[in-house]
């Protein structure tokens, strides 16, 4: 099992750019399949970005292409999410999580550890 800490969150404002990191501890990073989710008030937890194990794959949710950018460092057991170009949309708990088994996919059933989530508020 692996341990997630998300951290970078915070408050900006519209057209800014933040950095999240999802830091994993317990067993081997390189293993995971990794992603991003996020949940904003009163709504279900959306798909936002994955990467497979060896970064040769990734996938965006349409509402973030071009504007959000998902990588892993597997040499620091890391995975970040650059986030540009930032709209008051963005604004939600983002947290990070990790799939032992199989390609990407957008559901979260999907993966089977989590993070505690970190907060991203975008002002307008």
């Known amino acids: 099992q692996v341990q997630l800490v998300e951290s970078g969150g915070g408050l900006v404002q519209a057209g800014d750019s933040l950095r999240l990191s999802c830091a994993a501890s317990g067993s081997s990073f390189r293993y995971y399949t990794m992603g991003w989710f996020r949940q904003a008030p009163g709504k279900e937890r959306e798909f936002v970005a994955a990467?497979?194990?060896?970064?040769?794959?990734?996938r965006y949710a349409d509402s973030v292409k071009g504007r959000f950018t998902i990588s892993r460092d597997n040499a620091k057991n890391t995975m970040y999410l650059q986030m540009n170009s930032l709209k008051p949309e963005d604004t939600a708990v983002y947290s990070c999580?990790?799939?032992?088994?199989?390609?990407?996919?957008?559901?979260?059933?999907?993966?089977?550890?989590w993070g505690q989530g970190t907060q991203v508020t975008v002002s307008s």
């Open positions: 999580a990790a799939r032992s088994l199989g390609d990407i996919t957008v559901f979260p059933d999907g993966y089977g550890s």
């Open positions: 990467v497979s194990r060896s970064s040769s794959s990734t």
